[in-house]
């Protein structure tokens, strides 16, 4: 059986920096953090600022989008880094304000969260 805790005084809701993705709470008496990513209940799209390079080569503008942009191909390709920073800059530049809602996500085809680190 699980043991159950009473914590003193509850959790404490910390300031977060612009750009963040969790809601960060603390426990007065207690060291560290925990928090909460609420995606889906709360949107957070307007202040991501947050890419992810695949393994791959793929960059994702966002973990819920399916669009991805191949920076391993234009690398190959003898992309300058002019021209990667052009190509990533449409990438960001082409970012939705803000992902589907659940009912759309569920049934979209995208990579496996384990295949994107998320």
Do not use: W
Not at 29 to 42: A, E, L, P, Q
Not at 88 to 108: F, W
């Amino acid at each position: 059986m699980a043991a159950h805790y009473r914590f003193p005084g509850g959790l404490v809701r910390q300031q977060d920096p612009t750009g963040e993705v969790a809601k960060n709470f603390s426990m007065p008496g207690f060291r560290g953090s925990v928090s909460f990513i609420t995606s889906m209940t709360h949107a957070f799209c307007g202040d991501c600022n947050r890419l992810r390079l695949l393994a791959d080569g793929a960059l994702k503008v966002c973990l819920f989008g399916t669009n991805e942009v191949s920076l391993r191909d234009a690398i190959r390709g003898g992309a300058s880094n002019e021209e990667l920073s052009a190509v990533i800059s449409a990438a960001v530049d082409n970012k939705k304000p803000a992902h589907a809602g659940m009912e759309v996500l569920a049934v979209t085809h995208n990579r496996p969260m384990i295949t994107i680190g998320g």
